[in-house]
């Protein structure tokens, strides 16, 4: 039996299209147009398509997008500067840095300066805190791409049996903390824990976000459970060595004869991530300006 494939670019265009309908009625009702700046350093080729990306789909769902491309050289103290003047300004809605940011900079400092209500990638010491004790906040991007997707394929998680692998601060620990507000049952697995394959063989729900390229394998899952695959790894193509291939945390090609469902890798949460910014930018809006906000775009 074949695995239903959970379809994130479809998925990402509906939550896309939920955030468009929402802006377009915050400037016809409201006159307000949301406003998304994103800031970079340095040059890491990877962090400038993401970043490409974000601005493209920002201006796409009719907000405002500001992009600060800052020399991998800047002081922490110019990048803080930066950040005061984002936190101060009106048109800006949602703040987000991308990280990784280079060695000479601080990245707790970086991400603990932004104005808690406008940290659209929920990275704020308050905003963790806040997802920690079951309180409103904003949530990080990907876990909550991954639970709007449990979320449509199960309709209730409760009592669910969770296994999440990997224990990072944007996804391992928030996807475990999202998972426990929804009564799911939570592991939190990673590279040390013993037998990880019998943990997992236990979970009605694996979230792998470990960053081992095809490591959790198709004997690890039980049948019928939903694989939810976070990697995005880049390996060397099989048919021609001077090419790379995406693959995720995920072995795919096993996973999918056991598991009921699965994301693939690409297609699956990667799409889903740059929409729940857009999502949390349109919240953060909708925060702070009082207004009610989109029903089914946050946890
Ligand atoms: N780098 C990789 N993923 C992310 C993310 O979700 N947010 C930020 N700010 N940087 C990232």
């Not at 999202?178 to 943990?199: M, N, P, Q």
Request: glycine share 10%; hydrophobic share 45%; with cysteine.
């Amino acid at each position: 039996m074949s695995a239903t494939i959970i379809d994130g670019k479809a998925f990402a265009a509906t939550v896309r299209a939920k955030v468009g309908k929402h802006v377009a009625h915050l400037k016809a009702e409201h006159g307000i147009t949301p406003g998304l700046a994103v800031v970079l350093v340095g040059e890491d080729p990877a962090s400038e398509v993401y970043v490409r990306n974000k601005g493209k789909q920002t201006l796409e769902v009719g907000m405002v997008s500001f992009e600060h491309k800052l020399d991998a050289s800047t002081s922490q103290e110019d990048l803080l500067a930066l950040i005061a003047q984002l936190n101060a300004d009106p048109s800006v809605h949602g703040i987000l840095c991308q990280l990784p940011v280079p060695d000479h900079i601080d990245s707790n400092t970086i991400l603990n300066a932004i104005d808690p209500a406008k940290d659209v990638d929920g990275f704020h010491i308050l905003n963790v805190g806040l997802l920690g004790t079951g309180q409103k906040s904003m949530v990080p991007c990907t876990p909550l791409g991954c639970l709007m997707m449990l979320r449509e394929h199960h309709g209730s998680l409760s009592g669910l049996d969770a296994v999440v692998v990997g224990r990072s601060n944007i996804v391992g620990k928030p996807m475990a903390q999202l998972l426990l507000g929804d009564s799911c049952t939570v592991t939190i697995a990673h590279s040390r824990t013993k037998d990880l394959a019998e943990v997992c063989r236990r979970a009605d729900i694996v979230v792998a976000a470990v960053g081992r390229p095809r490591m959790v394998q198709g004997d690890w899952i039980k049948p019928g459970a939903t694989v939810i695959d976070v990697g995005i790894n880049r390996v060397q193509h099989p048919d021609d060595p001077a090419k790379m291939k995406l693959v995720g945390d995920v072995d795919f090609a096993s996973c999918v004869e056991v598991a009921g469902a699965i994301t693939p890798v690409p297609g699956g949460v990667g799409p889903m991530t740059i929409a729940c910014l857009l999502a949390n930018t349109v919240t953060a809006c909708c925060r702070a300006n009082g207004v009610a906000e989109p029903e089914g775009l946050t946890a």
